[in-house]
Each structure stands twice: as structure tokens, then as C-alpha cells.
């Protein structure tokens, strides 16, 4: 056990880069207003652009929508997502997944190669247990 | 060459091995979340993106916070607890900090003694303590990468099941922060106290860590 000396000075500069990575991995502050404006431009164009709005969705989640209700520019107006749920109120980032609370809706995004993308909207709190959310994937 | 690769072989092993195993988790890391992420619909992380990301430190973190607490726990209890025939205990009669005589500092000093050895003062108090103070702040920095790191995994699997993220305080209680220290304590202290106790009953030739063959279980201490 007295051999494991010699290795505590090496342990330093590898600890100052976990240090680094702790400190800025997933806290995304750079990725707040991209996420926030997906989702304000996706609930406003439910109904006013729905093309724009499936453009909007993340791949699995329109393939839901699609699978369940019908084509998606007919059925995500029909959804209970809000038709323009208002202003983002709070938006929080933990690497490519976000959350946007908004005035009348709260939306889940991911982000792919593309841009940030809608996974969950529609949803409404449902105590401990996840949101319930209308449109999602699976 | 030859002499300094001899000289330092153990280092040399274990830190290569160490290098190895950093870049295996890296890769299998990476596969595991990218399954799970083409399961569920949701993007996946290039190498690069998985070993920046907070659940790559968080699995990283977890596993050194403890490793640096069991040197810690080990070397700070070894000065004052017991472990009759052990290899990994001081002679029963040696407990205690010890007598300057015995620890070669200051005026007991040898001509090759550390420099901070040689003279009374703040140097010689800090050098005195700087293997477990080290261990310490390790650990410390550590356990707060994993808290800091876990954090940010664990939210964002929250994000992914459709659940509301935790601040800080929520997470210090949550029960994935201290699962993930648990699990890792656990390990080490079985390790420590295995070490100590087979080592009084079993042998390896050869190794400074077993006891020379013939040497009586109750002997303690003692090295082979």
C-alpha cells in the first residue's frame, strides 16, 4: 500500500480537468435562449404555422403524434398543447435536454444535430410522478 | 533507461493501466448512453461530447472520491488502531505519532532527510501532515466534482422521463448522490479490511504486502 505515494502528486492536473468538467459540464447558460425560443416558436405556431411547429418536433415525438392521431399538420392542433402558451417564464438546460416553463404550458427539448427540439409539450404536472404530456415520445 | 523504467516500474504499470481503463469506460460509456438515447428518440453523444459531459465526470468522480477516502481513512487510523499479525497494522508497541528520534526529523535528522525534515518550525508541521492533508483535499475536490458533475447527470435523466429537474439542496438529500457514494464506500472499506485481515493468515512471496512465508501470524507488522 506504501507504493500508492508516488502517485498522489500525478493526481493533480487530473483532478483539476475532472474539476473543469464538474464545473462546466451540462450547465448549459449558452444554450438557455436557444432552448427558450424553440419552445415559444413552437407553441405559437401550433395552429398559426402547424407545418413549422412538426418541423418543430423532435423526430421519436412526431412519430407518436403521427402513429396515434393522424398526420401531424391535422393532428397536433387538435392536441391539448395551448395555442400559444405565452412567454417563457424559466428555462433550465442540463446538457442536450431542457426544460421550458412557460405561462401557459411547460415544454420538454432536446437538442439534436439540428437545433433544439420539442420531446414533450402539452404536459401538466402530476405531483412526484413525470408530467402527464399530451404529445411525447415513447 | 533501462535502470529509471525498473526504478519506477509501478508507477509506470499503474498509471498506464489506469490511462487504459479511462479510455475503456470512455468508450463503453459512451455505447451504454447512446443505447438508452436510441431507445427512447433522443440524441446521442459524439466520443468527444460523452467525455465532456457531466454523466462521463460524475462516473469518474464517484469512483476517485472514495479511492482518496480509503487513503485517507487508512493512513490517518493506522497511526492509532491495531490489527494484531498484519502486515497493514504498525508493531503493537508502536502507537502514536512517535518520538522524533524514531520519525528522523530535526535535530534526529539524517544527511538525505526531506529539507522541511530537517528544521523545527511551520514547515515541518505541514510536511509532517502532507500525506493525509493531500489524501484530504483530494478527496474533498473529489466528492465535490461528483456532487457538482452528479447533479447535472441526474437532471437531465429527469428531462428525459418527463420530471421536474432538483436544485442543489434537493440533491444533497436525493438519494442517487448518496447511492452513488454508498456504493463506492463500501468497496474500499471491504478492500482495507480484507487486506488487513488476510494478510495476518495468507502469503504471496515476494510481495511487501504479505508477510515473508514462515513468518508467525502473530507477527505484526513485518514485511516479506
Redesign the interface.
Known sequence: MTSRNSKRYAAWPALGALLALAGCAGQGSAEDAPAADTAERFTQTVTADTPAACALLAPQTRVELESEHGPCDQSLPQSDVPDDAGKVREVKVYGKDAVAYLERDTVFLARFGEGWRVTAAGCTPNGDKPYECDVKGN | MRQRLRNNG??LF??AILLLSLVGQAFTGQAFYNEQALD????T?SLGEYV???????D??EN?QSE?LQ?LL?ILLTIFLFQKGST?SKPLDKGGRESDKDQKVAEYAEKGSPEWAKRRGWRLSLFSHS?GL??GL?FV??W???F??GH??Y??EQ???????LGWRDYLLAPDFWNRTLQNWQSEFLAVGS?VVLSIYLRERGS??SKPVGEPHESTGSQG
Open positions: 509501478l508507477s499503474f498509471g427512447s428518440g433522443l440524441p453523444l465532456t459531459s457531466s454523466q462521463f465526470t460524475v469518474v468522480a476517485w482518496y487513503f487508512f497493514e500525506l493531500t489524501m483530494i475536490l473529489s465535490l466534482a461528483q457538482v458533475a447535472s447527470a437532471n437531465a428531462l428525459q422521463e418527463l420530471s421536474d429537474p487486506m511487501p504486502e
